[in-house]
Nanobody, 115 residues
């Protein structure tokens, strides 16, 4: 059994920063890919950033230049540093971990960008 627990969400003003963290626990010690997704009500969940075992990263166009994903494989954690936040970044952010062809999800953490 695998559990992903996110933390770090909250309310921030436009232009501010937040750092999201996700800790994985359970029987899988190493995931092929770890990622962050986000979702707003009425819309599909969208990829924000991914990082694989080789530390290769991929970002949504909306995140490039503002967000940075990182992982600590020894601790089985993944983080998302979000800078220069905009109101349109408001969403529930989900941690995702892929092991072979099995995808695991966290419960989500709310990020609200508002003045």
């Amino acid at each position: 059994q695998v559990q992903l627990v996110e933390s770090g969400g909250g309310l921030v003003q436009p232009g501010g920063s937040l750092r999201l963290s996700c800790a994985a626990s359970g029987s899988i010690l190493s995931f092929n890919v770890m990622a962050w997704y986000r979702q707003v009500p009425g819309k599909e969940r969208e990829m924000v950033a991914t990082i694989n075992n080789a530390r290769d990263t991929n970002y949504a166009d909306s995140a490039k230049g503002r967000f940075t994903i990182s992982r600590d494989s020894a601790k089985n954690t993944v983080s998302l540093q979000m800078n220069n936040l905009k109101p349109e970044d408001t969403a529930v952010y989900f941690c995702n971990a892929l092991w072979r062809f099995i995808s695991f999800w966290g419960q989500g953490t709310q990020v609200t960008v508002s003045s």
